[in-house]
């Protein structure tokens, strides 16, 4: 996974009057999900940007509204690349990854992000580009190769995750297809419905037309 440095400023006022006076600056709002765990009553010090959401009555988890700037992040969003990324915010440097964004319907601006926060010993769940290797048996018969899913989901270590995941179609015959079920990565769980077609080799009216003349 490629590395990234980003810096962001806690934001500390979260009405709609002051997103949209962050968004005319060519700021984006975004929010650093997965902070620590901690025991319930807290009696710590939040820093700014902070907050405490309750996920039982004993424990709780630490999580941080943040502004980041828009020409900052265009490098981490506009790419098919995923990155581990260095974010620094309240003078605190933590690992992330960039989970999901909100675009405007119209415009296509981004208009918020979240972040996941990373740990060496903690699976997280991303997506991830898939890229096709090899010359498919059933293109060379006449067929059209086709990629259904662009992006896989798999669950892992954020330090064992790929750039991409490989897919290799040497023996994808014609009219044939290559499932999720049927893939496999070391250290990696695939997290797709196994019988999701990740690509296939169909066929062509030329195809066709070869297969009905050897058949005659």
């Known amino acids: 996974m490629k590395k990234y440095v980003l810096n962001a400023e806690p934001r500390v006022e979260l009405g709609k009057k002051s997103v949209k006076a962050l968004r005319k600056e060519g700021k984006i709002p975004a929010?650093?999900?997965g902070g620590a765990l901690?025991?319930?009553p807290f009696n710590g010090t939040l820093k700014p940007g902070e907050k405490l959401v309750e996920i039982d009555d004993k424990r709780g988890i630490i999580t941080t509204d943040i502004v980041v700037k828009g020409e900052d992040v265009r490098k981490l969003?506009?790419?098919?690349d995923i990155f581990e990324v260095d974010l620094t915010v309240n003078g605190e440097t933590k690992k992330v990854v960039m989970k999901e964004l909100q675009f405007q319907p119209v415009k296509d601006t981004v208009l918020h992000i979240d972040f996941q926060e990373v740990y060496?010993?903690?699976p997280i769940i991303m997506e991830v580009p898939v890229q096709i290797e090899g010359h498919a048996e059933g293109v060379k018969a006449g067929g059209k190769l086709t990629l259904s899913m662009r992006k896989l989901k798999v669950k892992a270590v954020y330090s064992e995750i790929p750039e991409r995941l490989v897919v290799n179609v040497d023996s994808l015959g014609l009219g044939k297809?290559?499932?999720?079920?049927d893939l496999h990565?070391?250290?990696l769980e695939l997290m797709n419905a196994k019988n999701a077609v990740v690509c296939a080799v169909q066929l062509t009216r030329a195809a066709r037309g070869a297969a009905a003349k050897a058949q005659a």
């Open 177 to 181: 297809s290559m499932a999720v079920g």
């Open 77 to 80: 969003i506009y790419t098919p």
């Open 38 to 40: 901690v025991e319930l």
């Open 185 to 187: 990565y070391e250290g």
């Open 31 to 33: 929010v650093i999900n």
């Open 120 to 122: 060496p010993d903690k």
